[in-house]
């Protein structure tokens, strides 16, 4: 079935069929429905998804003249999609249903974050930006695992969500990586660089967010100080660091930090104090003014130049969203995992068929992100031999909201729901792809593990493989993180004019032999 491009104003979607109504078993996200008796609700589950699509005359992204992604950005749409089913999932249930005139709080919250604004975490804006660190400039069509990865990337900064996001690479997924992931507190990444316009680069220091043990809820944790600075600390003066928190707040593409202001509001501070507590103003106690500062936080402020965030090091979450961190246990964040795969050489072979199904059946599916050689898609269940998906390949208005996003407790919100899925054959499948599966706590992680070897693994057993540990000839997880934003495959050379999806096949050709693969002779 051809998937056409639509001009839709802002009433909700039905896509006409073109094919027979729908018959027999089908499963769409890990729900089995029997049509045409379940029809009312399988529609009404498909209408609940976010539904992300083409959007024209947003705001340039940065650096561009960008205001549409129509063309190279159906990819992006597709991992948007994805991802807003597993954040419904984590913070309303996969049996929460959409209706119009919605009033749930955490629905909007959700939403907002894929408004395409630079204030929103996971926007067309910021999911583009991060292109460049894997060689997909702006207006350049992402591969599967470049989206993967693009979503791990923004999630850490995702603070109310606090998703840990792990890329299974080389067609292995290792249990115990992805336990210790979870295990580990959401934090800010660090290495945020901040350049004078002198050329000096300092780094902001990261800040962790850990739940608490008496009430739950995430709290900041400081950022370390250096032992040979903690003691040189007045015990009348608190630091003078600015808050990563209020750094944060700024436009999230590119902040401008006037340090001079901020330098005078720290002198008149330091000089109160000194006044009540009858000593110089210092810095240390010693008030001893060449005392190492406490951080690169200090030594912005002391520098006086006019400094420039660079925003696509980090995408920060609303402060309010600290207090609200939401979690499935104690110490254990909630997973989404992507494996990407490629099923096949030029074309997707048809012995993954029955197994890619059975994906598509786990309680933990969120869904595929795939499509033709031409068009990504989101990929929410099958029926038969076909596929069921969404398709971005709508071009509609961008909803524009005066202000902040966060200010607003709704919006127009139709035109992010559609109440029909499409369907295509599977074997006119491109055969790269990543699929998806989240995981609210532990025992979902164990429980998926043993679905995946007991419904998917044995009607295909090199579909992928799930270790409980990494392979000796494997580098430490810390190493490998620095390295898994690579694209393991390689995409066919695009035409001169950017490389839209539109106008090549966005084939990917497996780059062999697969780093993973053992050193000769070692087995």
């Excluded at 005359?57 to 089913?85: E, K, P, V």
């Excluded at 002198?198 to 900041?220: F, I, K």
């Amino acid at each position: 079935m051809e998937s056409l491009t639509y001009e839709v104003a802002s009433e909700l979607v039905a896509f006409a069929e073109v094919t027979p109504p729908l018959k027999g078993e089908c499963w769409v996200l890990g729900r089995k429905y029997c049509l045409p008796h379940d029809k009312a609700a399988m529609t009404e589950d498909i209408r609940s998804r976010l539904w992300c699509s083409y959007r024209k005359n947003f705001r340039a992204i940065s650096g561009t003249s960008y205001t549409t992604d129509a063309g190279w950005g159906c990819t992006l749409r597709c991992g948007q999609m994805l991802l807003g089913h597993t954040l419904i999932c984590n913070h309303l249930g996969r049996d929460w249903r959409w209706h119009p005139q919605e009033k749930e709080e955490k629905y909007w919250k959700i939403l907002r974050k894929f408004l395409d604004t630079r204030d929103s975490d996971y926007s067309i804006q910021m999911i583009a930006l991060q292109g460049a660190d894997f060689g997909r400039p702006v207006g350049q069509w992402f591969g599967p695992n470049n989206i993967s990865q693009a979503i791990k990337k923004l999630a850490v900064h995702d603070s109310w969500s606090g998703l840990a996001v792990h890329v299974a690479m080389d067609m292995v997924v290792v249990i115990e990586d992805m336990k210790t992931l979870c295990r580990r507190p959401h934090e800010i990444p660090s290495g945020v660089k901040v350049t004078t316009e002198s050329g000096e680069t300092l780094h902001m220091e990261p800040m962790s967010y850990s739940r608490s043990q008496s009430t739950g809820l995430a709290a900041p944790a400081p950022p370390p100080v250096p032992a040979d600075t903690r003691q040189h600390r007045s015990k009348t003066e608190p630091s003078t660091a600015p808050s990563l928190e209020h750094a944060l707040g700024r436009s999230h593409e590119e902040a401008h930090v006037h340090a001079g202001s901020a330098r005078k509001r720290k002198q008149a501070k330091s000089e109160e104090t000194s006044l009540k507590a009858g000593a110089k103003t210092s810095i240390g106690s010693s008030g001893d003014k060449s005392q190492p500062s406490s951080s690169a936080h200090s030594k912005l402020i002391e520098s006086g130049d006019f400094m420039k965030l660079s925003m696509s090091d980090f995408r920060p979450g609303e402060s309010s969203e600290l207090a609200e961190a939401e979690g499935s246990e104690e110490g254990f964040r909630p997973l989404l995992l992507f494996i990407p795969l490629r099923l096949g050489q030029d074309k997707f072979n048809p012995d993954y068929t029955e197994a890619l199904k059975a994906c598509l059946t786990l309680p933990q599916s969120v869904g595929i992100i795939g499509g033709r050689p031409r068009h990504a898609l989101y990929c929410i269940g099958y029926h038969g031999d076909h596929m069921l998906y969404l398709d971005p390949h709508t071009t509609q208005q961008t909803v524009h909201i005066p202000g902040p996003a966060h200010k607003h407790a709704s919006f127009p919100d139709v035109s992010y729901h559609c109440s029909q899925a499409d369907r295509i054959l599977i074997s006119d499948l491109d055969p790269s792809l990543s699929i998806g599966f989240f995981c609210k706590d532990e025992a979902a992680i164990d429980d998926l593990c043993r679905r995946l070897h007991k419904d998917v693994l044995c009607k295909m057993r090199h579909m992928f493989e799930v270790t409980e540990s990494r392979p000796v000839y494997w580098q430490p997880m810390e190493m490998a993180s620095v390295a898994s934003t690579r694209e393991p495959f390689m995409l066919v050379t695009a035409d001169s004019d950017g490389g839209s999806d539109s106008d090549h096949d966005g084939f990917e050709l497996v780059d062999w032999p697969p780093a993973g693969l053992p050193p000769e002779g070692v087995l």
